[in-house]
Nanobody
């Protein structure tokens, strides 16, 4: 499974960005997807996830009400809509898929396939 993340950029606090994660595999609809982020000097952390059906989503507490994850299996793409961005959201954002199908986890160690990351910078 190859993943390609895009959509990052520089935005002012309070602004919005939409990240996209495009997958190459035809079995993409069988994989749950997670978005993670890593700020300088910090560990990579789970941000949001969506099950392979798209029916269930998960968000870390600090982004609830601001970030929305969604997917379009016909386009092999998962999105992360980020609104009301804060400087503390500044990080490299990665999309990832677990090592097996029909399985959701927020545990970073269960994710086997990773996109290359896209930089999000929020200025104050």
């Amino acid at each position: 499974v190859q993943l390609q993340a895009s959509g990052g950029g520089l935005v002012q606090a309070g602004g919005s960005l939409r990240l996209s994660c495009a997958a190459s595999t035809r079995t993409f609809s069988s994989y749950s997807v997670g978005w993670f982020r890593q700020a300088p000097g910090k560990e990579r952390e789970f941000v949001a996830g969506i099950t392979y059906t798209g029916r269930t989503t998960y968000n870390r507490d600090s982004v609830k009400g601001r970030f929305t994850i969604s997917r379009d299996n016909a386009k092999n793409t998962v999105y992360l809509q980020m609104n009301s961005l804060k400087p503390e959201d500044t990080a490299v954002y990665y999309c990832a898929a677990p090592g097996r199908t029909h399985y959701f986890t927020a545990n970073i160690y269960d994710y086997a396939y990773w996109g290359q990351g896209t930089q999000v910078t929020v200025s104050s």
